[in-house]
């Protein structure tokens, strides 16, 4: 009888777990998952098809604790980003701060004044490049 009841157990946990519901942890990383087509473009399979997707909130704003951590650049001519960042305003017009450059990617920010106007970031192991305004968000997502 112990042995039955023990079956009968068990056998309702392992339906219990089985039962097709989606892990939210899971979700969250399809959602982000990205793929990379014939053309080597990175397109992100979460915005791909649908128009109401809501987008991770902050993903694209500038942040306070970027502007507190950045340090400003003495010679800008080795960022790619900039010559890009030319066709939406005038990197020039601004202070430029490199709030993190590390092997995966890197973030500039264009101060006007205390205010952050502008951030780049470029993810470079894909060549990828997200300019940001501090007032519209993301203005551009390019492959450099």
Known sequence: MKKNLFLIGAAALLLSACTGQENPDEAAVQQ????KTADGEVRSLATEGTENQERIP?????HAQEVDHAQ?????SGYEELEHANEHFTPED?????????????????????????KTVLIKNQGLLKI???DEGLIEETKI
């Open 32 to 35: 982000a998952a990205e793929e």
């Open 58 to 62: 902050g993903e694209h704003k500038i």
């Open 72 to 76: 400003p650049v003495s010679d800008p």
């Open 94 to 118: 601004y202070e430029i701060r490199v709030a993190n450059d590390n092997p995966g990617n890197r973030v500039l920010l264009f101060m006007d004044g205390e205010k952050p106007a502008y």
């Open 132 to 134: 940001i305004s501090g």
